[in-house]
């Protein structure tokens, strides 16, 4: 392989790469979203500065069905999403994610840090309840409901634009080759190319089992507010930088020898 063939690679290994160059589009993404209150100290402690929390204390419980997408294919995601404020602005912080496909778990955390492990997502319509669950390492940690279609928000795709082009925001951090954090950084990213597809509204429940390792708990469901279903087409694009804890070191680092 010559230089300019490494360079062209979309991603290691070499031979096989685990995921393609983008862009990435996503059809028929299907979404189970119950928003639910909890500790505000807890949201506090879970958002990196300089994320400040909103004035509810509320979390985001996803699960995302994805059965056409380019370049990862059809796979499963759950986890948790904190409502926070970045500059002003209002963001959703990324904290955990969970799924069931090795190239967009590697993609996602080597492109824009999404938090990603490898679990058993499933986002299913059982009889008349639509159906989430997240098991990790064999065990149930995650079971979310909601009544089937209860509550039509047809014709109306401005509430799920809305929801789905909320800027992203996750803490990427990838270790250099002496073991120490070479990128620590939050990233955002907006989504594109939104096209909804249906919507509806309706009551939901969760119940998450505290696990050490998928420790979607440590966020306690205090009250349920309710539960959004809807479908979408759409394209994620690559992120931004918008703080840089290394180079924000280095710099108070440098300030520090010369103040001496
Ligand atoms: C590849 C990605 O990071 C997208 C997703 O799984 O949500």
């Known amino acids: 392989m010559r230089r300019e063939d490494v360079l062209r690679l979309p991603s290691m290994p070499a031979a096989g790469p685990s995921y393609p160059a983008g862009p990435y589009r996503f059809v028929n993404r299907e979404f189970l979203v119950i928003t639910y209150e909890t500790d505000p ?58 799924l069931d496909d090795d190239p967009p778990i590697a993609a996602g955390r080597e492109i824009w840090g999404f938090p990603k492990k490898y679990a058993h997502p499933k986002l299913e319509i059982v009889k008349d309840t639509l159906t989430g669950t997240l098991e990790y390492a064999g065990q149930l940690v995650a079971m979310g409901t909601m009544g089937y279609k209860h509550e039509s928000m047809a014709g109306n795709g401005d509430r799920t634009r809305a929801t789905l082009s909320k800027t992203q925001i996750n803490l990427k951090m990838i270790p250099g080759v002496d073991g120490r954090l070479e990128v620590c950084q939050l990233v955002a990213i907006n989504l594109i190319d939104i096209v909804p597809k249906g919507s509806w509204m309706g009551p939901g429940r969760l119940h998450l089992v505290p696990h050490v390792n998928a420790p979607v708990a440590d966020f306690p469901v205090r009250r349920c507010l309710g539960a959004h279903h809807y479908i979408a087409d759409l394209t994620l694009p690559f992120g931004r930088v918008v703080h840089d804890y290394v180079k924000e070191a280095e710099a108070a680092a440098a300030t520090g020898l010369a103040a001496e």
Do not use: C
Request: charged share 20%.
């Open 41 to 98: 100290e807890l949201i506090r402690a879970g958002l990196p500065e300089p994320l400040e929390p909103i004035d509810q204390p509320i979390v985001h419980y996803e699960w995302i069905k994805m059965p056409d997408s380019s370049g990862f294919g059809s796979y499963t995601e759950s986890g948790l999403v904190i409502p926070a404020r970045l500059n002003g602005e209002e963001v959703n912080f990324v904290s955990q994610m969970y």
